[in-house]
T-cell receptor
Framework: GAVVSQHPSWVICKSGTSVKIECRSL??????MFWYRQFPKQSLMLMAT?????????EQGVEKDKFLINHASLTLSTLTVTSAHPEDSSFYIC??????????????FGPGTRLTVT | KQEVTQIPAALSVPEGENLVLNCSFT??????LQWFRQDPGKGLTSLLL?????REQTSGRLNASLDKSSGRSTLYIAASQPGDSATYLC????????FGPGTRLSVLP
């Protein structure tokens, strides 16, 4: 199967600091990865599409200067929450599509990272 | 813009019942539809993937159908068990990947 990992699984940080979250595809390569956030009892909201070797594509309303995305290799994407505030506290999940033949993408999700900003 | 809805929002049933969860989407131009389960505080587990050209997929006690023309998919869970308790999310892949709000299922022993 296809496995996606995230690190850390949870993090607590102080307001004003920056936090980096890693998303790795362990047994397949992903030129594209997706970052989502999820508030309690709500569904996942796509934040941005991470593209290997090029700039990320952000969804409307997502601040690109606040949520920095770097897709450094075919197996690693990072999301950095800069100058975090309590309202950034959320569950962040990444996914990577496995292309078994266009358009047959199946999304594999990481276990998520719970961020709490105090 | 694609919109995905799920009915019911929550469901509580006794163990052993057969269940139907519904998912609707507004734009039928999709490549596939995927059903996931999410346990509290956890990530997503993929259950079934239905290609746009397919009508249904089955995995164990789960069966998912897709009617692309009407923008509907159903997830059928047979002989429900307490371990099935979770939130079930459907997501459609078209121009991008859009999730429904989920159905919170509780199966009581």
């Amino acid at each position: 199967g296809a496995v996606v990992s995230q690190h850390p699984s949870w993090v607590i940080c102080k307001s004003g600091t920056s936090v980096k979250i890693e998303c790795r595809s362990l047994d397949f390569q992903a030129t594209t990865m997706f970052w989502y956030r999820q508030f309690p009892k709500q569904s996942l909201m796509l934040m941005a599409t991470s593209n290997e070797g090029s700039k990320a594509t952000y969804e409307q309303g997502v601040e690109k200067d606040k949520f920095l995305i770097n897709h450094a290799s075919l197996t690693l994407s990072t999301l950095t929450v800069t100058s975090a505030h309590p309202e950034d506290s959320s569950f962040y999940i990444c996914s990577a599509p496995l292309n078994r033949g266009r358009p047959s993408y199946e999304q594999y999700f990481g276990p998520g990272t719970r961020l709490t900003v105090t | 813009k694609q919109e995905v809805t799920q009915i019911p929002a929550a469901l509580s049933v006794p163990e052993g019942e057969n269940l139907v969860l519904n998912c609707s989407f507004t734009d039928s131009a999709i490549y596939n539809l995927q059903w996931f389960r999410q346990d509290p505080g956890k990530g997503l587990t993929s259950l079934l993937l239905i290609q746009s050209s397919q009508r249904e997929q089955t995995s164990g006690r789960l069966n998912a159908s897709l009617d692309k023309s009407s923008g509907r998919s159903t997830l059928y869970i047979a002989a429900s068990q307490p371990g099935d308790s979770a939130t079930y999310l459907c997501a459609v892949y078209g121009q991008n990947f859009v999730f429904g709000p989920g159905t919170r299922l509780s199966v009581l022993p």
